[in-house]
């Protein structure tokens, strides 16, 4: 009878394993679908600030360009054009980041990076762990003045 019982609670333990396991894992893929959409709407976003920066920097740049322009053609001092270089250059700049391929090229520099010099990604002192993580909040804490009803989790 013992060795029944002992075989029937190992089948449930290993059923039971095999379920947090699968259980884990379908979080772990829900997780990582949520933080891969919240990144796509981070991305649109700033796709749509580029695009509309872009509108009030070309507004910007057509003015200064009609004023430079005819006041260089009205008192003859072509040094006025000067300043449409460096305009055009950044006009141009805000284009490629609004419509242009520059997102690809970024991501491909990215890929490049992490593929050939992933050392600059480390962080300064390595990986945070659990043990350095709680000492820094127990000194947080012990630099704080006593709240009561703020040490439930201590």
């Known amino acids: 009878m013992g060795s029944f019982l002992g075989k029937t609670m190992d089948e449930n333990l290993k059923k039971n394993q095999e379920f947090m396991l699968k259980a884990q894992q379908l979080q772990m893929e829900r997780q990582l679908a949520m933080?891969?959409?919240?990144?796509?709407?981070?991305?649109a976003m700033m796709i749509a600030r580029s695009r509309d920066f872009f509108w009030y920097w070309m507004t910007f740049?057509?003015?200064?360009?009609?004023?430079?322009t005819a006041g260089a053609l009205r008192t003859r001092r072509w040094g006025l054009l000067a300043p449409l270089v460096p305009l055009?250059?950044?006009?141009?700049?805000?284009?490629?980041l609004a419509y242009g391929p520059k997102i690809e090229r970024m991501r491909e520099m990215a890929d490049r990076i992490l593929d050939e010099e992933a050392g600059l990604l480390d962080l300064p002192h390595g990986m945070p762990t659990f043990a350095s993580v709680e000492s820094a909040r127990?000194?947080?804490k012990s630099d704080e003045p006593y709240k009561p009803g703020h040490d439930i989790f201590l």
């Open 61 to 68: 740049n057509t003015l200064a360009t009609v004023g430079l």
């Open 35 to 43: 933080q891969n959409e919240m990144r796509e709407r981070q991305m």
């Open 88 to 96: 055009g250059i950044v006009t141009t700049y805000q284009w490629d």
């Open 138 to 140: 127990l000194k947080q």
